[in-house]
């Protein structure tokens, strides 16, 4: 049964693959799984029949027979946990990258995403400095920490997991802010990743979605 995402119709980024639909497409391909994409414009998001998806109103979601999820982690582990390809067999690895896949989403993904909120709603206050000067410190502190990790391995704890799937997608947010450049082995990370036929798939797919939107 061919799975049904949901995307924005239109998206602020224009197709740069910044909206959290890119890690479930991105996990999709990673394992094989056709699926098919359901857009939704700003307005429909918060129709009934879109908040019975997800009552917040938000992309993305996830439908599959009689099953409906929201909240991208959920989506992702769901894929990885009824395919194989993203989350190690034996029981302790395993745990290992779903803790990777909570790093990224509860420890790495708040400050990095405030940032981006606040340089967007925030620039004119008066406290706006001083507020992404905190951000940044807090995103440096992480950067430094996964770096110590990696060292001079591919990948978070062994293979590409679902771990690095999330983490990349949430590192991705700070290309160009001179935050992930500050760290080459990081960027060289998140460039590896990038790098995967799965991403470029899904990259291209979402990119379609706002060339479509521009020639129509
Ligand atoms: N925790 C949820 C999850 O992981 O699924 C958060 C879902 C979420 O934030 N969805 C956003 C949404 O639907 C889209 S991804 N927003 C509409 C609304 O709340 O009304 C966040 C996002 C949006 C736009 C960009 N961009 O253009 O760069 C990047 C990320």
Known sequence: MRPII?????????GKGLARDMRVRWALEEVG????VRLVSFRALKAPEHRARNPFGQIPTYEEGGLTLFES???????AERHPGLL??????RARAIMWMFAALNSVEPPIFERSLARILERDQPWFEQRLQALDKSIRRYLGDLSRHLGDAEWLDG????GDLLMVTVLRRLEGSGLLEAHPDIAAYVARAEARPAYQRAFAAQ???FEAASDG
């Open 6 to 14: 949901t995307a924005f119709e239109s998206s602020p980024d224009r």
């Open 33 to 36: 799984q056709p699926y098919d």
């Open 207 to 209: 990119l379609a979605v």
């Open 159 to 162: 293979p590409f997991s679902a």
């Open 88 to 93: 190690p067999g034996d029981p302790d690895a």
């Open 73 to 79: 982690g959920a989506i992702v582990l769901h894929i």
